[in-house]
């Protein structure tokens, strides 16, 4: 019997000379990927997919949770198969390929949860839960900014024929030796299709860990302004790319529910605004 989710973690525990990663320490990753998998066996209750890329096997202190059906470990050596000046983000396109053609958990899957490897998502369970409840019939959701052409890939939620055939299709694409990453193959996907239903993310993502490309500490925050601040941000991102997909458009019982929340928010909002004057 397939899984509805399964968590999918993109993991390169040794990333050798890969152009614009600050973080290259092996054993220093390899604790922080250790760290980020065992939170999520825990906190979650999801099927989970570590998928490695410079053949760094870390099974062996998982060894439990692989026997119990609840893990999964894809290894193999990728980082070495393509030119380095294409940087990380085509490495982890790669990554999401593999998981594809050889991971039995993902084969059974009806959502892959994409989360870069090496972060904790805090509220993992209340965005997968989110789209579970509220939006079933979405096949893509992601953070998304209109204006910058981006789209986050820390964590998605996709359909496995999206993956394949609209942002894998296009993975070539990406080189970050000419300013072109994963964020906006990923952002022109979602952006250029026409067969499958978008939504941003509405709940803000609250991420614990190290970034690989600067080592700047992820953390923001968990106030209210700016949560309420995202979810605004998110509603008018979702209106933006409607007017652009009229296939996209949401029902009237979602629009009612959402420009009802939108206009709440607002309030509040302003409300802040003017305590802080």
């Not at 320490?25 to 390899?30: C, E, P, S």
């Not at 998928?51 to 099974?59: L, M, Q």
């Not at 070539?172 to 072109?180: A, L, V």
């Not at 193959?185 to 993310?201: M, R």
């Amino acid at each position: 019997m397939g899984n509805k989710y399964v968590i999918v973690l993109t993991a390169c525990i040794n990333p050798g000379k890969m152009i614009h990663t600050s973080l290259t320490d092996v054993d220093i990753r390899r604790r922080q990927y250790e760290d980020a998998l065992e939170f999520y066996l825990l906190q979650t209750d999801y099927p989970i997919v570590f998928v490695e890329n410079s053949g760094t096997d870390i099974s062996g202190d998982f060894r439990k949770f692989v026997d119990c059906g609840r893990l999964e470990f894809v290894t193999f050596q990728g980082n070495e198969e393509f030119d380095r000046k294409k940087g990380k983000g085509y490495g982890e396109a790669l990554i999401l390929e593999y998981a594809l053609e050889h991971s039995l958990f993902v084969h059974q899957c009806d959502f892959l949860v994409k989360i870069t490897g090496r972060l904790k998502l805090l509220n993992v369970n209340s965005m997968i839960g989110f789209h579970r409840y509220i939006l079933p019939h979405c096949d893509i959701q992601s953070e998304m900014d209109r204006r910058e052409r981006y789209s986050d890939s820390r964590m998605l939620i996709t359909d496995k024929g999206f993956l394949q055939h609209s942002f894998l299709a296009r993975k070539e694409r990406i080189d970050d030796s000419k300013g072109c990453n994963f964020e906006h193959i990923l952002f022109t996907s979602i952006d250029e299709q026409k067969d499958f239903v978008f939504y941003p993310f509405l709940i803000r993502p609250l991420w614990r860990g190290i970034s690989g490309t600067n080592g700047r500490e992820y953390w923001e925050g968990n106030y209210t302004s700016l949560k309420l601040a995202y979810f605004k941000r998110m509603l008018n991102c979702m209106t933006e790319y409607n007017m652009c997909h009229p296939h996209n458009k949401p029902s009237m019982g979602v629009r009612l529910v959402l420009g009802m929340a939108g206009m709440a928010v607002g309030t509040v909002l302003r409300f802040f605004d003017w305590i802080k004057r």
